[in-house]
């Protein structure tokens, strides 16, 4: 008997330390998810105006960047819209002065995946004398397709480089520099990705979530840099949205329109360096977050090769 006690009192007590960590880590884990639902529903959105009288969204033709650039107008910014196709610009502006008749809006047709280093100019010379308060760097580019790396020639994954990793930086560099010498508070949004966050690995569309965890880190790093200048830098992850981008992802629940998520994306300007504004992404996110990593990569291997399939068939059947 004398034995069997102390045994006994060891093992009650392991069972007592894993029981009360246990406790702490889903303490830990319901705490982070009432933070997220809280900042998405509660946190009171910012004066966006009070950045300054102007705003540049890029990629503003389609999706995610035309439903912020409505939002930004009827919050009463002016506009700098920029995209690749002059009359998809066109018809964006228009539409936004047909409901917003005071809005002033400037056209900057740049297709980004040009050597930025000339490009910019049209960039700089657009912005020069305007009170640039809030920058939205949206466009974005991925694979036509689910394909493995070796299937997805330069021409496939160089313009995803150029537009999500280096125009975001050159858009970045010219407008934090004009926000910093102006001596104001500014607003850098950049649009990052679940792909490269929330999971921990995106296979068949290597390029893109690389490219997504750049914006992430950058914005991550530029938060840091620029917070004494009053100037918020902030990553927005999405998961999906209904968009051209993901054109067989139906909206749902967990899927909003991309106007839906521009009224979410913009209510959390100017807040911390990484967010997730639409609700329901974030319990998305909690979910994955208990998931082990190997089945969140099974289970995305699975979905990358079905959708190559489907590619593929798409491709016989159209020849
Ligand atoms: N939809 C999703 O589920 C999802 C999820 C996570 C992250 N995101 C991110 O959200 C952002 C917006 O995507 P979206 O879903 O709204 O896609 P989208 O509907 O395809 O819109 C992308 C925008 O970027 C523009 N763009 C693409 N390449 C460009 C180039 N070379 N030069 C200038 N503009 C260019 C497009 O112009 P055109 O109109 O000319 O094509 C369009 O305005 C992207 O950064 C994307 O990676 C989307």
């Known amino acids: 008997?004398?034995?069997?006690?102390?045994?006994?009192?060891?093992?009650?007590?392991?069972?007592?330390?894993?029981?009360s960590l246990g406790i702490i880590s889903?303490?830990?884990?319901?705490?982070?998810?009432?933070?997220?639902?809280?900042?998405?529903?509660f946190k009171p959105e910012k004066n966006l105006t009070d950045y300054g009288s102007w705003a540049l969204v890029t990629g503003a033709t389609d999706g995610i960047g035309k439903a912020i650039a409505f939002e930004l107008a009827n919050k009463g910014l002016n506009l700098l819209l920029l995209g690749r196709n002059q009359s998809k610009l066109q018809d964006v502006s228009n539409s936004i002065r047909s409901?917003?008749?005071?809005?002033?809006?400037?056209?900057?047709?740049?297709?980004?995946?040009?050597?930025?280093?000339?490009?910019i100019n049209q960039l700089k010379s657009a912005i020069k004398g305007l009170d640039l308060g809030i920058v939205v760097n949206n466009a974005g580019a991925t694979y036509p397709g689910a394909m493995y790396f070796h299937e997805a020639?330069?021409?496939?994954?160089?313009?995803?480089?150029?537009?999500?990793?280096?125009?975001?930086?050159?858009?970045?560099?010219?407008?934090?520099?004009?926000?910093?010498?102006?001596?104001?508070?500014?607003?850098?949004?950049?649009i990052g990705s679940g792909s490269s966050v929330v999971l921990p690995a995106?296979?068949?569309?290597?390029?893109?979530?690389?490219?997504?965890?750049?914006?992430?880190?950058?914005s991550k790093c530029l938060h840091v840099e620029y917070a004494s200048m009053g100037i918020d830098i902030q990553c927005q992850i999405p998961m999906y949205v209904a968009t051209k981008m993901v054109s067989t992802?139906?909206?749902?629940?967990?899927?909003?329109?991309?106007?839906?998520?521009?009224?979410?994306?913009?209510?959390?300007?100017?807040?911390?360096?990484r967010c997730t504004p639409y609700w329901p992404?974030?319990?998305?996110?909690w979910f994955c977050s208990f998931v082990p990593k190997f089945i969140l990569n099974y289970v995305r291997l699975q979905i990358g090769i079905r959708k190559r399939s489907d590619r593929l068939r798409a491709i016989i059947e159209d020849e």
């Open 202 to 218: 995106f296979p068949f569309y290597a390029v893109y979530a690389a490219s997504k965890a750049f914006v992430d880190m950058f």
């Open 99 to 119: 409901k917003h008749n005071s809005t002033k809006i400037k056209l900057i047709v740049l297709d980004l995946t040009i050597d930025m280093s000339i490009g």
């Open 26 to 41: 889903i303490c830990k884990h319901l705490i982070t998810l009432l933070r997220w639902v809280h900042a998405a529903l």
């Open 1 to 19: 008997m004398n034995a069997i006690t102390p045994h006994l009192t060891t093992v009650y007590l392991w069972f007592l330390i894993l029981f």
């Open 281 to 285: 992404h974030a319990i998305q996110w």
């Open 249 to 273: 992802v139906k909206t749902s629940f967990f899927v909003p329109s991309p106007e839906q998520y521009a009224r979410c994306s913009i209510r959390r300007i100017g807040y911390e360096s």
């Open 153 to 190: 020639d330069a021409a496939v994954w160089d313009p995803v480089i150029r537009v999500n990793v280096e125009a975001t930086a050159w858009v970045t560099s010219v407008v934090v520099q004009k926000m910093a010498e102006r001596g104001k508070r500014g607003a850098v949004v950049n």
